[in-house]
Structures are given as structure tokens and as C-alpha cells.
């Protein structure tokens, strides 16, 4: 039998698999190329994610600090603000921390999407309160993309990121919320020395007529209702044993006169650390410290919360009627107490008002700006007596709450656009 034909055959069959296996390895050749094309695209991209991060936070640190020399202050202030962008941006890292950053440019505007121009010195410099920072980083190489430049058609280069932070001024935070209290603008005129003790008659209205004195307020401040006519005592009330007035109406908004309210005595030394009647302690705070200011035993009459920063580290108790001249009963809470179940209750925010258009038996005058005050005494609740604490009580004025440093704001964290306090730098993009 010849069978030379079937060895044929499966010499044949034998060379098929020699076909294929070349076709595979070009296959898994390719495979390959595409498999480490998106592998280095996955890690390429992270690489420059990490620097765009790394260039961004420089952008928004130089932008930050440009931004707080915007003050309008200083005719020179765009020159001042590009040095300090500048400086801050360029103590950041890039490439994993490993290459100092230059800053590109810093520019200034006068309105967010305005046009943005160097840094000038002289009129007109004042009115640009936006600065703008833009960092970049070139020629920054792949890893593992460039094997995609293999395929027809295909040249990736070297990458360039690109960040940019816009800043500027804006109100922050209020810690301190208002206490149910107006002081007249015409006794702490913005040049008003900080420290200064602002002056309230408690007793019923002297006369009449159109002198401010003489209205119902009778004196530099008087209490007053943010929501008239509705509220009265009870809600007056609330605001000092609560945390006070914490959602501020805007400036221009009417507020209420509450006349003369005897009442409130309580709520007010609840602040102090002082219990009587309906006030409970569970519901009402006391401050770090109770201790009290008079001109008894502060005769200056002027600047007494530099003591008061070193009676509330010590959490000084109310020192007693000896010690002040004043009227007060109730139950005194203790240091150890005031330690542990106090809070920042006698820094507080109050309304700046209009008190000549309260003349002529007008009930609500507008706020015209809000003021950081410290409560500084107890008010007497019991019958009888005159004097500190019964027909006046006192308040240091701290200056205005938007001042740089205000005790009655936060550290430097912005608010909305309608808050009050101290101007600080703010990312707006």
C-alpha cells in the first residue's frame, strides 16, 4: 500500500500551526503596544493631575495673598500685592514636590470679569480690588504614551499644564451674634478710640422734645427689637439667655425701640454667670467669666477688656456689690463652674443706629453699621437704688465688627455677601 500521499498530507497539516502562531505574535505584538499605551495613559494623566493640584494650589495661595493688600488704602497697593503673590505663590512645589514653582503673572481688575492688568502704582490703582495669579509648567514629559506614537498618524509630545486663581476682598465671619441692643451713631463716630465706654440710661424717658436724649432710648443706647412690632420682652428675652441675634438684618433695615424694660435684668447677669427667677442655668450660658466693670473699680472708664482677656483665662467670678457699687441678687456661679459650662457670652455684636429719627415718637430707626461691644456689668434686679446698674449701665465700645482683629469675629473665615465682619481674601474663581 502506498501511502506517501497521507504523509503528504500531514506534512501539510504541520506547517498550518507555524502560520498561526506568527499571526498570533503579531497580534499579541500590537496587543501589547495598546495594552502599555493605555497603562501609560492611566499613569501619564496622573502625573498630570498631581501637578495641575500642585500648580493650583499655588495659584489660589498667590491670588489669596495679592488679595489682602487690596485694602484701597495705599496707592501702591497693586505693586505691594504683586510682591506678596509672588513671594507666597512661589513657596509651592511642582512635579511631586520636587521643582520650585514661577509664578506667571499677577494682574489686577476692578471687577470679576473685567480686564485684568499689571500692577501700576498711582490713581486709579486703588479702584482694581480683584487679583488674578496664573502659574504654569511646560515641557513636562510622558512616561509611557509616546509608545502610542508607534501607530500611523500619532505624535504626542511633551504636556503643558496651566492654573489660575482669581481673589479678593470680602466680609467674614461673625462669631459673636447681636444682643438686642442699638447704640447711637452720633456717640461712636467711625473715629471712635476702640475701648471707649458707651453710656445707657435705664430709667423712664426725661421729658420730651426732639434732642435724642430726650426720647425714649435716654442715653447712647437703649434696647431694641430686630423683628418690630412683633417680639416685645419675651422675645428680647430669648436673644440674652439664647445665643442672641445670630441671622443679622441688613444695613438699612428698620429696628425697634422697646423702651424701658426692667425685666430683662435677669437675662442680662445670666451672661455673668448670675441665676434668679425663671432664669435657668441649663438654659442660659454664662461666659468664661463673670467679673464686673464700674466706675467703681475701673475708674478710667476706658479700655477695661484688656483686663477682662486676663479675668476670662482665669474664669474670675463675679466679684460681688462690694467690689462694684451695684444692686445685683442671685445665685453666683463660681470659677470651676464658668470653666467648665461657659462660653464667649459678653462679646457681642450691636446695631448702630439712627437715633435723631427716633424724635418725635418714631418707634424704629435704621441701622446704619454693626459694632463689637463687651457687656460690662450686671444690671440691678432688685427694687430701688440709682446709679451704675440701675438707672445706667455701660458697654465698651470695640470698634466696628468689619474692623481688622474685631474680638467679635472669626479668624479669617468668609461669610456670604451680606456678613459684617472683617474684609478678608477670598477665591471668587
Keep these: 500500500m502506498n501511502l ?64 489682602r493688600e487690596l485694602t484701597g488704602a495705599n496707592t501702591n497697593q497693586l505693586v505691594i500685592a504683586e510682591a506678596a503673590g509672588i513671594t507666597t505663590g512661589e513657596r509651592h512645589n511642582v512635579m511631586f514636590q520636587d521643582e520650585q514653582i514661577k509664578v506667571s503673572s499677577v494682574t489686577f ?18 479702584n482694581l480690588r480683584f487679583a488674578r495669579c496664573e502659574v504654569n509648567r511646560s515641557g513636562i514629559a510622558n512616561w509611557f504614551i509616546q509608545i502610542l506614537n508607534l501607530f500611523p498618524g500619532i505624535d504626542i509630545g511633551d504636556q503643558t499644564v496651566v492654573a489660575s486663581a482669581v481673589a479678593t476682598l470680602s466680609p467674614s465671619q461673625i462669631t459673636s451674634c447681636a444682643i438686642p441692643v442699638g447704640i447711637c451713631i452720633d456717640d461712636v463716630p467711625p473715629n471712635t478710640p476702640v475701648g471707649t465706654w458707651v453710656e445707657s440710661v435705664l430709667g423712664p424717658p426725661r421729658g420730651g422734645g426732639n434732642n435724642k436724649d430726650n426720647v425714649n432710648l435716654t442715653g447712647n443706647f437703649m434696647w431694641v427689637d430686630f ?19 445670630c441671622n443679622l438684618p441688613a444695613l438699612g433695615s428698620q429696628v425697634g425701640q422697646a423702651g424701658v424694660i426692667s425685666s430683662l435684668g435677669n437675662d442680662w447677669n445670666s451672661r455673668f454667670g448670675i441665676y434668679q427667677g425663671n432664669v435657668n442655668q441649663s438654659d442660659a450660658r454664662p461666659d468664661y467669666s463673670g467679673y464686673a466693670y464700674t466706675e467703681i473699680n475701673w475708674p478710667s472708664k476706658f479700655n477695661a477688656f484688656s483686663d477682662f482677656l486676663n479675668k476670662r483665662g482665669s474664669n474670675a467670678a463675679y466679684q460681688g456689690n462690694k467690689d462694684t457699687g451695684l444692686n445685683v441678687k442671685g445665685t453666683i456661679k463660681d470659677s470651676t463652674y ?13 446695631a448702630v443706629v439712627d437715633c435723631d429719627a427716633l424724635a418725635g415718637g418714631n418707634t424704629t430707626s435704621a441701622v446704619v453699621d454693626w459694632a463689637c461691644v463687651m457687656m460690662l456689668h450686671p444690671i440691678n434686679n432688685s427694687q430701688g437704688g440709682s446709679g451704675t446698674g440701675s438707672t445706667r449701665m455701660y458697654l465698651e465700645y470695640l470698634g466696628r465688627s468689619n474692623m481688622q482683629n474685631s474680638p467679635c469675629a472669626t479668624n479669617g473665615v468668609p461669610a456670604g455677601p451680606n456678613a459684617i465682619g472683617p474684609m478678608v481674601p477670598t477665591l471668587v474663581r
Excluded: W
Excluded at 39 to 57: H, I, M, P, R, W
Excluded at 109 to 126: E, I, K, R, V
Design 227 to 245: 423683628t418690630p412690632p412683633a417680639g416685645g420682652a419675651a422675645e428680647l428675652a430669648e436673644l440674652l439667655t439664647g445665643p442672641g441675634q
Design 338 to 350: 464658668l470653666k467648665e459650662n461657659g462660653e464667649d457670652r459678653r462679646l457681642a455684636t450691636a
Design 4 to 67: 506517501s500521499p497521507i504523509r503528504s498530507s500531514c506534512h501539510h497539516y504541520e506547517r498550518l500551526p507555524r502560520k498561526e502562531a506568527g499571526a498570533v505574535a503579531v497580534v499579541v505584538a500590537l496587543s501589547l503596544v495598546g495594552l502599555i499605551g493605555a497603562a501609560g495613559l492611566a499613569l501619564d494623566v496622573g502625573k498630570l493631575y498631581v501637578a495641575k493640584t500642585e500648580l493650583q494650589n499655588s495659584a489660589d495661595a498667590c491670588a489669596l495673598a495679592a488679595a
Design 109 to 126: 481688575s476692578d471687577m470679576l470679569a473685567g480686564s485684568y492688568q499689571d500692577a501700576f502704582s498711582g490713581p486709579g490703582a486703588t
